[in-house]
């Protein structure tokens, strides 16, 4: 295979960071700081903005995701709501109330029918800081044509990342302290394994008593048979952020085992808080914020494990999707932190070229 690479090709501008983009039918999608939903064209206005606002929650927007099968948008916050937009009329149809605390993370399922989002509030549990038990299901499953429930599982909180099989039959759920847990939704939602890693977190004792990092991003290999964990590894000081850029991947079936890992000669210092596979299955992305180093976006060989490309975008990157031919990649995220009611357009959405 011959080395993939990236090619800058646009960058558009909107009001906050953006925390999670979907490619929808004809439109980009973005879930953003400031709480909106917006539709964001791709190609660029001579007088104008590239956006508009479609939706909005009353706390940070943290996901949208497009079901063309059920033709609706999805998007989840902090405020625990999921709202179905209908992107023709730019309104809300349906608000379900998923969540006492804040949706970390929302993902659907491969055929559109399923969405998935996980929760939960780190609290002090005991004299050794370990967590208090959940005080609500972590993790729960939407039915995207009714609004009804269909599944809630418990797990350690907080569940920061959540991911469906490419059959759509396995659900994964990643949490704070480097906990995964898998269900088979075909056996009505029967926990299946469990994956536990201590290289995905920290304790903060330099600035307090606390977990820092986990996982924030998961995703399974092409042939579901493993699962890749995306986040921030070992770390001097983890309230600096300066951990490992670290990727690592498990095989889950027969008692979980780790099969490769992000190599420390390939890597900096930094969050790592998305990975997206191309659709070929043969290199997967990793990126997020830069702490020290070459690059806060990669790209890697599903077979080996090795760096194939990297880039150093310049602003922290919280979200990625290819398209479906896999000729471009999208990432969204944004230049800096922003203040409440700034003017200033922020939040970012970059386009790239693939050559595969």
């Not at 699962?227 to 490992?244: C, H, V």
């Not at 191309?278 to 690059?295: C, D, E, I, S, V």
Request: net charge neutral.
């Amino acid at each position: 295979m011959n080395s993939p690479s990236l090619k800058k090709a646009k960058e558009i501008k909107l009001p906050s960071h953006v925390l999670d983009l979907t490619l929808g039918p004809d439109k980009l999608y973005a879930a953003c700081l400031d709480g909106g939903i917006y539709e964001v064209s791709t190609t660029f206005k001579l007088l104008g903005d590239n956006f508009k606002r479609i939706a909005r929650h009353d706390n940070y927007a943290s996901g949208i995701n497009w079901s063309a099968s059920q033709k609706t948008l999805i998007s989840a916050s902090y405020d625990g709501d999921l709202k179905w937009i209908d992107p023709k009329e730019k309104k809300e149809s349906q608000t379900v109330k998923a969540h006492d605390f804040w949706s970390w993370q929302s993902r659907l399922s491969p055929d559109g029918e399923l969405i998935a989002t996980t929760t939960g509030q780190y609290l002090c549990g005991g004299y050794k800081y370990e967590p208090a038990p959940e005080t609500e299901p972590s993790v729960k499953i939407f039915d995207v044509a009714t609004g009804e429930l269909r599944y809630s599982f418990p797990h350690t909180p907080p569940v920061q990342s959540v991911a469906f099989s490419n059959d759509g039959k396995l659900l994964a759920a990643g949490n704070l302290m480097g906990e995964v847990i898998l269900w088979d939704l075909t056996q009505d939602g029967k926990e299946i394994a469990r994956i536990k890693t201590t290289d995905f977190t920290g304790w903060g004792i330099i600035k307090g008593h606390y977990y820092t990092g986990g996982v924030f991003a998961l995703h399974f290999a092409p042939d579901d048979k493993s699962l890749y964990l995306a986040g921030m590894g070992s770390t001097t000081d983890p309230a600096a952020g300066n951990g490992k850029q670290l990727w690592q991947k498990f095989s889950w079936k027969n008692g979980p085992k780790k099969e490769g890992a992000a190599a420390d000669g390939e890597i900096g210092q930094g969050l790592m808080e998305t990975l997206a596979f191309h659709p070929n299955g043969k290199f997967f992305l990793m990126a997020g914020r830069l702490f020290k180093g070459n690059w806060n976006a990669a790209l890697f060989d599903h077979e080996s494990g090795s760096k194939l490309h990297q880039q150093n975008i310049g602003f922290r990157i919280s979200t990625s999707a290819f398209t479906p031919d896999g000729g471009r990649l999208y990432l969204g995220g944004g230049a800096n932190q922003g203040r409440p009611n700034e003017k200033k357009k922020w939040g970012r959405i970059v386009i790239y070229d693939v050559s595969s």
